[in-house]
């Protein structure tokens, strides 16, 4: 199986962003934690970030093409704002779970809107990197 952990705007500053919200380990912190995760499920893992709306977008439609067959998917500030990354999606129909950091319902209420949700097959919040793990194990139950 092959899983495409995509994150979005911001996430390559984990550990210096409002750790107080994320916590204090970094990207590579979290890339390693998955890696080593999928390394024991025996799952082969590529890790893409990008502040960019139009690069996550391609990096969907390249998912598709890559014949990925699992998305793990932190949208970031796009989760509330991004049709068009809803409709890349939509397009590609590569099983999808939404993952959040924090526990956005918490939060400002304008992060209670997740366009991403009306796509995905799950969405975890709130439980920090192991929302990942937590994700890539419905990948694994559910494709």
Known sequence: MKILVLNGPNLNMLGIREPDIYGKSTYKDLTDLISGYC???????????????GTLIDMIQQAYFDKTDGIVFNPGGYTHTSVAIL????????PTVEVHISEVSGR?????????SYYAARTITGKGFD???EAVDYLLGNI
Not at 87 to 94: H, T
Not at 108 to 116: T, V
């Open 39 to 53: 390394e024991d499920k025996g799952v082969e893992v590529e890790f893409k970030q990008s502040n960019s709306e």
């Open 87 to 94: 409709d890349a999606l939509k397009a590609v129909n590569i």
């Open 131 to 133: 929302g990942y793990l």
């Open 108 to 116: 400002e209420p304008f992060r209670r809107i997740s366009y991403i």
